[in-house]
């Protein structure tokens, strides 16, 4: 295997029609991330929200190697941001590393305005950068969809 890492730097950033707390609460409570985070059934979901906590989010295709995302938060404060390193892993191979900034500032009419910037080392080829901007841009549509059904 030709080993070698690709270090990337990428920002998404949406607006919500809901407040700071209430997009900040579905990054918080365990049910919620689980409904929009998580690929879907068959996936196992574990959150422990607080500075030096845990998640740990695994799953995969049918037949496919076991996928797990594992997360440290780093910093925590309250409705404005969140700063974590994680790890995403096929079985026992390392795939990336990356530290992860979301941003909760105030909004036109009462919403929020999101800006989630990562940084990562993507390693040896196993994941491309543009797969994981995709990936979490997709996140980010689900939390939409969160915030919609949650009224």
Do not use: C
């Not at 295997?1 to 700071?20: D, G, K």
């Not at 979301?102 to 080829?125: I, M, N, S, W």
């Amino acid at each position: 295997m030709n080993r070698h890492v690709t270090h990337a730097t990428f920002s998404l950033e949406r607006s919500y029609l809901a407040p700071p707390a209430k997009v900040f609460a579905a990054w918080a409570d365990p049910a919620a991330k689980a409904r929009w985070f998580t690929p879907g059934p068959g996936s196992g979901h574990q959150l422990d929200f607080r500075v030096g906590g845990r998640e740990v989010a695994a799953g995969g295709p049918e037949g496919g190697p076991l996928m797990t995302f594992e997360t440290l938060y780093r910093d925590i404060v309250p409705d404005q941001r969140i700063v974590y390193t994680s790890t995403l892993s096929a079985e026992t191979d390392l795939m990336t590393v990356s530290l992860t900034t979301v941003e909760f500032t105030p909004g036109e009419d009462g919403g929020t305005r999101l800006v989630l910037t990562e940084q990562g080392a993507y390693l040896d080829g196993r994941e491309e950068p543009a797969w994981r901007e995709q990936g979490i841009a997709d996140q980010l549509e689900a939390l939409a969809a969160e915030l919609k059904a949650d009224g």
